[in-house]
């Protein structure tokens, strides 16, 4: 099955400054890649995703790069603002068959923006 | 907007509880998923169906069954509720088109 490592597990910044979470997958089968936003006590929020036929995709302040050869994509959040503090999930998934979108998630990354 | 209902935020059961975790789903999506939340391990899949009563196994089984009689709706059952099953619970669901979303979670306590 999937496996999805995410890195690093806590990640400290100052507002303003840019913040880089690093995902890596192990099925090479997987197509679709999203991120989640989660504040305490709230669902998870999808806020980016990317399919494998993209390299990049970008939101505004918020990017996701994937490099398909190396199994990895990264979420990069630019001028951090303390609004943007919670938990980060990066997923993985096949898009396509009997249960298609079927998440592995990384375990997470604790962003905190220092003001 | 995929509207994914949990019919309890907080429950609190006895050790040895058979406990049912109910999910509905609007959109009449295929796939459902019911996943378990904890700090530091992220969220993992328990169980998902891609059918009426179909089911397959997720990461977690052990300790839970499922049940999907009809399509927007898709149960968790704790058959004999232990500590170690304190968690947070999320449902969701997908169809072909992509992800839906995350229900509101059940947040579970067995004492």
Redesign the interface.
């Known amino acids: 099955g999937e496996n999805v490592e995410q890195h690093p597990s806590t990640l400290s910044v100052q507002e303003g400054d840019s913040a880089v979470i690093k995902c890596t997958y192990s099925d090479s089968a997987s197509n679709y890649f999203p991120w989640y936003k989660q504040e305490l006590g709230k669902r998870p929020q999808l806020i980016i995703d990317i399919r494998s036929n993209v390299g990049e995709k970008k939101d505004q302040r918020i990017a996701v790069t994937l490099n398909k050869t190396a199994k990895h994509f990264s979420l990069h959040i630019t001028e951090t603002q303390p609004e943007d503090s919670a938990v980060y999930f990066c997923a993985a998934s096949r898009g396509s068959g009997a249960g298609s979108y079927q998440l592995t998630f990384g375990k997470g990354t604790k962003l905190s923006v220092i003001p | 907007d995929v509207k994914v209902t949990q019919s309890s935020r907080y429950l609190v059961k006895r050790t040895g509880e058979k406990v049912f975790l109910e999910c509905v789903q609007d959109m009449d999506h295929e796939?459902m998923?019911w996943?378990r939340q904890d700090p530091?391990?992220?969220?993992?899949?328990i169980y998902?169906s891609?059918?009426v009563k179909?089911k397959?196994k997720?990461?977690i089984p052990e300790g839970y069954s499922v049940s999907r009689e009809k399509k927007e709706r898709f149960s968790l059952i704790l058959e004999s509720a232990s500590t170690n099953q304190t968690s947070m619970y999320?449902c969701?669901s997908?169809?072909?088109g992509?992800?839906g979303?995350?229900?509101?979670?059940t947040r579970l306590t067995v004492v």
């Open positions: 796939n998923f996943y530091g391990l992220g969220l993992r899949l998902f891609y059918d179909m397959e997720g990461d999320l969701a997908s169809s072909s992509g992800f979303s995350f229900g509101s979670g």
